[in-house]
């Protein structure tokens, strides 16, 4: 069950970008007080609820307001069976910047837990892991890590993403991806493959379509083998994702949405 939570948060940091600009974005597709909720499904068998979650009110973090957004998945019914998964993914996103100032990580996954605080320094291009121990009180270890420039982190990207232009994009073009997670850069390229039609829980809705570019392992099968569909609105929230396995394939589907920024 721990591969269930990888992929959905690996794909979440495939869109950290640094390629469109260097400017800061203008965020017109999220506002505090945003949910979306997502059910998590292997063939027939519903494993697990994910949730997107924007704090409704600003979160101060070196004297600037935040966005704290938090990310949970865990898994219900019969999944349980195979080892209970209860994570929070988190991140403090300056307002202005549209980058982490702070990311988290809260991992309870069968008896395995691990928890993590990073502390980003965008202007030295420097990051500062904390780990601690499993009472998540106790601190285990402190390093720092260089940065190459300005990065996002696993939940950061995906919310600095919505804040671009998607509508410059052709189909065939590719997105270099650039964020720091677990310990290590990631430089990811991100295909561009076009728009379709797709219906949701939440309706009918025109989706920008991305795939991004993965290194060969042991869990995923071909070199795509991951789909992100984004509402071509203003919005540009998740709809769907599919991540195709050497066996089966694994689906997050959106369920409902609230507080969006534009109705």
Known sequence: MRKLSGIFFLTLILWSSNSFSQQYPTNDAFTFGEELNFEVSYGWLNLADAKLQINRRSQTQNNR????????????GAATIFGRVNDNWGT??????????????HIEEGK????????????????LVE???????TLKSVKEYDLPGTVQDLVSGFYYLRTLDLRKLKPGETVLIQGFFDKEIYN?????????KLETEIGEKETYIFSPQLPKNKLFRGEYPVKVWVTK???????????????????????????????
């Open 65 to 76: 307001p935040h966005y704290k957004i938090d990310v949970y998945g865990k898994t219900k």
């Open 112 to 127: 395995y837990r691990k928890h993590e605080k990073v502390f980003f320094d965008q202007l030295n291009n420097k990051a």
């Open 188 to 196: 990811i390229k991100l295909i561009y493959e076009g728009t379709e």
């Open 131 to 137: 780990l601690y121990e499993k009472d998540n009180r």
């Open 92 to 105: 403090y996103l300056d307002t202005n910047t549209i980058q982490p100032s702070v990311s988290y990580r």
């Open 233 to 263: 609105d203003q919005n540009k929230i998740p709809v769907k994702i599919k991540a195709n396995l050497f066996l089966g394939s694994l689906n997050f589907d959106i369920i409902n949405a609230k507080g969006l920024r534009n109705n």
